[in-house]
């Protein structure tokens, strides 16, 4: 039943600051056993885990991109967000939003998005 909807610009420009939106329909964010990630996929690469949010709003981020990332919500709209600041054109990529269950597992996903880094 839950359904997730990424959403947000297709192209952005390299030191400028990528921005989406999860849009989660079925279920709420605020339930204690799920978290919300977000994941990505670089052309000809394989899924790389950029963070995710709790229930409580608190976040965490992978080692690599910790810095540059920053994962928030809005309980109202029972949306998360994305932000990944000073992109480069190693950013591009597709943007996946997903669930994790109460047993761990990415039960969830939406369909993507492809954002491009590009000038």
């Known amino acids: 039943q839950v359904q997730l909807q990424e959403s947000g610009p297709g192209l952005v420009k390299p030191s400028q600051t990528l921005s989406l939106t999860c849009t989660v329909s079925?279920?709420?964010?605020?339930?204690?056993?799920?978290?919300w990630h977000w994941i990505r996929q670089p052309p000809g690469k394989g899924l790389e885990w950029i963070g995710y949010?709790?229930?409580?709003?608190?976040?965490y981020y992978g080692p690599t991109l910790k810095s540059r990332t920053s994962i928030s919500r809005d309980t109202s709209k029972n949306q998360f967000t994305l932000q990944l600041s000073s992109v480069t054109p190693e950013d591009t990529a597709v943007y996946y939003c997903?669930?994790?269950?109460?047993?761990?597992?990415?039960?969830?996903w939406g369909q993507g998005t492809l954002v491009t880094v590009s000038s």
């Open positions: 997903a669930r994790t269950n109460g047993g761990g597992a990415l039960d969830a």
């Open positions: 079925g279920d709420s964010i605020t339930t204690t056993y799920y978290d």
């Open positions: 949010i709790i229930y409580s709003g608190s976040a």
